[in-house]
């Protein structure tokens, strides 16, 4: 069988897709499984032995685009599609594929698109799941929602060569900190992750490693101006792969919910996120204590109003309590 696989868009939504991706594997093995996602999210994909191929969707910039890059798709003569994304975009592109099964959620103006709509559960549940129920019509269950993304030996590379640029010594205590999000309501107060960074530096002597993306230097630098202990210094925005060898080497992660503490999960390197408007129980795996997770619900998540708001549940989150969280991992680690 020929499958397409969809998902668009953010570098976490593709992450989340992996565990789907390995179980329609195990479940297919000698099937072509192709990808179809946007830059920079193919990076989390480039390595995965799971997939045949990735091809990468660009907006077209005409009608006559749209419709060459629709017969493009048709003349694959896919035999399943399987849309993981779920907007207007991809259903259509399922739609217009041709493939005789045509998988998605039941999303109102959009089940029309596929043969075999999936009720998505009502419930708050970890993301990767919820993406794994689309396997249901191919019988497929799924109970492992571990994250794959497969680094090459030169990324590997490049993170040992860092820590030794930054004069980390191999018996230190090394925390990784992403205080960035291009989402406003995901974005925990600079003096906040400060005081935290203060704190595990002289309580733990910990050594803080800033981590961001292209354009978000700003984060970075708010938090290193509050802060009064020396952290490592910067470095050259690194890939994807890169990134998730930086957090195989160090011992603990802090950040915002972004796609970066996804990272930290498939490196299984613990974790604490904070969260905002989002549920922490949508991106966080469920039933361990490994990568943990804090919110504070104000009495409107479940009816947000942003940006009507002054993002109380960020505020809501004080420093005393993401200290408690991380004294919680730091004692599990001995």
């Not at 592109?93 to 999936?118: E, K, Q, W």
């Not at 559960?121 to 019988?139: E, H, I, N, T």
């Not at 009064?228 to 992660?253: F, G, N």
Request: charged share 25%; glycine share 4%; hydrophobic share 40%.
């Amino acid at each position: 069988m020929k499958f397409l696989l969809i998902q668009l868009r953010r570098i976490g939504d593709v992450l989340m897709t992996t565990p789907a991706i390995r179980l329609l594997r195990e479940s297919y093995p000698d099937a072509d499984l192709t990808f179809l996602t946007e830059s920079p999210s193919d990076q989390v994909l480039n390595e995965n032995p799971n997939l045949q191929e990735i091809l990468l969707y660009r907006k077209p910039e005409s009608i006559a685009e749209s419709l060459r890059y629709f017969l493009n798709l048709r003349s694959r003569k896919f035999d399943c599609v399987i849309d993981f994304y779920g907007n207007p975009r991809s259903a259509l592109m399922t739609r217009f594929s041709g493939a005789p099964m045509r998988i998605g959620f039941d999303f109102r103006g959009r089940s029309l698109a596929y043969t075999h709509p999936v009720k998505i559960s009502g419930k708050v549940s970890y993301s990767a799941a919820d993406k794994a129920q689309l396997l249901r019509p191919l019988g497929i269950s799924a109970s492992d929602f571990r994250l794959d993304f497969f680094p090459e030996e030169k990324d590997q590379i490049f993170a040992e060569n860092l820590f030794r640029k930054l004069g980390v010594e191999e018996n230190d205590f090394v925390v990784s900190l992403s205080p960035v999000s291009r989402q406003p309501y995901k974005v925990w107060p600079a003096d906040r992750f400060a005081q935290v960074a203060d704190w595990l530096a002289e309580k733990y002597n910990a050594k803080i490693l800033f981590l961001f993306g292209p354009g978000e230097k700003h984060f970075i630098e708010s938090v290193r101006a509050s802060m009064k202990m020396p952290a490592l210094p910067d470095y050259s925005v690194p890939t994807l792969p890169e990134t998730l060898s930086i957090l195989q080497k160090v011992d603990l992660h802090l950040g915002n919910d972004n796609g970066i503490r996804h990272f930290a999960v498939a490196a299984d390197t613990p974790s604490l996120a904070i969260f905002g408007r989002p549920w922490a129980a949508n991106w966080t795996p469920p039933e361990q204590t490994r990568h943990r997770a804090l919110e504070f619900d104000p009495g409107c998540k479940k009816k947000c109003v942003y940006p009507k708001c002054k993002l109380e549940c960020l505020k809501g989150v004080n420093v005393d309590a993401v200290k408690t969280e991380l004294e919680i991992i730091i004692n599990n680690l001995n």
